[in-house]
């Protein structure tokens, strides 16, 4: 059985495993949310118009 390092703890997991048995934390190895994926795409927004501000 192929286990890998849990993202969050370390602990080797089966990468089939939808949580994590020391941390607890749910689907470890799912892709980030929309949120978080929409938080990334601000915060790279913010530092490009400033970056642009600063030239200007």
């Not at 192929?2 to 994590?20: A, R």
Request: hydrophobic share 45%.
């Amino acid at each position: 059985m192929i286990t890998k390092p849990c993202p969050y703890c370390g602990k080797l997991i089966t990468p089939e495993s939808l949580v994590c048995s020391h941390c607890r934390k749910v689907n470890p190895f799912v892709k980030a949310s929309r949120r978080e994926k929409a938080k990334n795409v601000l915060v790279i927004a913010l530092v490009a118009s400033f970056l642009i501000w600063i030239i200007l």
